[in-house]
């Protein structure tokens, strides 16, 4: 089983320019999160989903946005990156939602450099 | 602003010593889980604790959930360099998001 997919693994990207993270999970899980990673700031919430077709902000959600279309795919979207933007990537998921406090299983990350 | 505080932040320790890593709130929480986090990749969980006082092993690692479920520590009997790592607690408040520590990063050399 896979699990948790990210892609892509690593990326470069210009100041202004857009780009989307993708996300896929095979575990028919409910929730998905995507988190970025910083240090010294640890593991941050941006944008969550407790099910398909609804999403909610988390802790950073200014300059990102999701979608959830269905349950195995929740893409992350930053419209105009800036350099602040720089940091590792993680997608997410759980059987419940944000409030379960049920474990999560998290996907490999996207190292995202923004010049 | 809820905060979950691990210490030490870091620790660098030969193989074969033991150590504690802790995980302290002013919040209480419903559960509290332990994930292990190696270069590169995601965190993976180790183990979650529901009830107060409740102490889990997980062969040399030894878990307890404080009494008023607040608190919580990580003991690792004879450390071995396959345990280094970042080690995060998470805490989740009844009905809200999921609470992180910093982490601490252990560095378990042979």
């Known amino acids: 089983t896979a699990g948790i997919t990210q892609a892509p693994t690593s990326q470069i990207l210009a100041a202004g320019r857009s780009m989307t993270l993708r996300c896929t999970q095979d575990?028919?899980?409910?929730?998905m999160y995507w988190y970025r990673q910083d240090l010294g700031l640890g593991l941050r919430l941006i944008h969550y989903s407790n099910t398909a077709g609804t999403t909610g902000k988390g802790e950073v959600p200014d300059g990102y946005s999701v979608s959830r279309a269905n349950t195995d795919d929740f893409p992350l979207t930053l419209a105009s990156a800036v350099p602040s933007q720089t940091s590792v990537y993680f997608c997410?998921?759980?059987?419940?939602?944000?409030?379960?406090?049920?474990?999560?299983?998290f996907g490999p990350g996207t190292r995202l450099t923004v010049l | 602003t809820q905060l979950l505080e691990q210490s030490p932040q870091f620790l660098s320790i030969q193989e074969g010593e033991n150590l504690t890593v802790y995980c302290n709130s002013s919040?209480?929480?419903?559960?509290l889980q332990w994930y292990r986090q190696e270069p590169g990749e995601g965190p993976v969980l180790l183990v979650t604790?529901?009830?107060g006082g409740e102490v889990k092993k997980l062969k040399r690692l030894t878990f307890q959930f404080g009494d008023a479920r607040k608190d919580s520590s990580l003991h690792i009997t004879a450390a071995q360099p396959g345990d280094t790592g970042l080690y995060l607690c998470a805490g989740a408040v009844r009905n809200r998001k999921l609470i992180w520590g910093l982490g601490t990063s252990l560095a378990v050399n042979p």
């Open positions: 604790v529901v009830t």
């Open positions: 575990m028919r899980h409910n929730a």
């Open positions: 997410a998921s759980s059987d419940s939602g944000l409030a379960s406090g049920n474990e999560q299983f």
């Open positions: 919040s209480v929480f419903s559960s």
